[in-house]
């Protein structure tokens, strides 16, 4: 569940967003619309407690979390906080099963290969465990990206332009499971997009123009 209230926020004096409250309850899925520059991202980073709002609160269950410090923050977006971007960001060095150890290694939880094998299945990408992230498709490694956001079973799952960077049949795809997969979780899902395509997919949509 997310839940926010008398948010505002700014960089300097530019005012950016002004959210007098919303929530999105466990099983609730949000579409972010707006034209560009209109605060998708920054809501996204202050949802996933990134960057912190001039004014207002964010609670993510029962957590007020820029009431934690910046490193229990750290650690409760890791545990709590599944975040995919429009952009892959995986290791190149790595395989695909290398870059969700990795992740696992960076939320600070243990590493458990049985784990990264089985969300790597439920994304149909149990084949492709030792795959060279170049040698995948931009439609595969956004659902590495995906599976990488689900390792840690999140409440909240957050993503920004996911389907951006893919044609309309991977674009359908992308946003099927990640529905899908957040109400597998029970999570929460925001998805901040401009992606018209997208736009017939939600009942719960947010449009930042107004
Ligand atoms: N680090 C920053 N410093 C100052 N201004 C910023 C910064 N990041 C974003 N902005 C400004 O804040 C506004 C909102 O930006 P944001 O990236 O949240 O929009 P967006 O809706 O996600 O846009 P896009 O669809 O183009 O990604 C824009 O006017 C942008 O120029």
């Known amino acids: 569940m997310i839940f926010i209230e008398n948010l505002n926020f700014g960089y300097s004096d530019h005012k950016v967003l002004s959210i007098p409250k919303m929530e999105i ?22 949802l ?8 207002g609160k964010v609670v993510i269950g029962k957590t007020d979390i820029y009431k934690l410090s ?8 890791g545990q709590n906080i599944g975040l995919v971007f429009q952009k892959a960001h995986l290791v190149s060095a790595l395989n695909v099963g290398g870059n969700l150890l990795l992740a696992q290694y960076l939320s600070g939880a243990a590493q458990d290969k049985g784990r990264v094998k089985e969300v790597l299945e439920e994304l149909n990408l149990g084949h492709k465990v ?10 595969e490694q956004q659902r590495v990206t995906i599976a990488r956001a689900l390792l840690n079973r ?3 799952i957050l993503a920004d332009e996911p389907t951006a960077s893919l044609d309309d049949d991977n674009a359908f795809k992308v946003i099927e499971l990640l529905k899908r997969q957040a109400q597998n979780y029970g999570a929460a899902l925001a998805i901040a ?5 997208v736009k017939d997919e939600f009942e719960v949509q947010l449009n930042l123009n107004m």
């Open 25 to 46: 309850k466990e099983d609730q899925q949000l579409l972010i619309l707006g034209k560009s520059g209109s605060g998708k991202t920054t809501l996204l980073h202050i």
């Open 48 to 55: 996933g407690g990134l960057l912190a709002p001039n004014e």
């Open 70 to 77: 910046q490193s229990q923050r750290d650690k409760y977006r």
């Open 130 to 139: 030792r795959s060279k992230v170049k040698a995948l498709s931009q439609g």
């Open 154 to 156: 999140p409440r909240v």
């Open 193 to 197: 997009t401009h992606d018209q395509r």
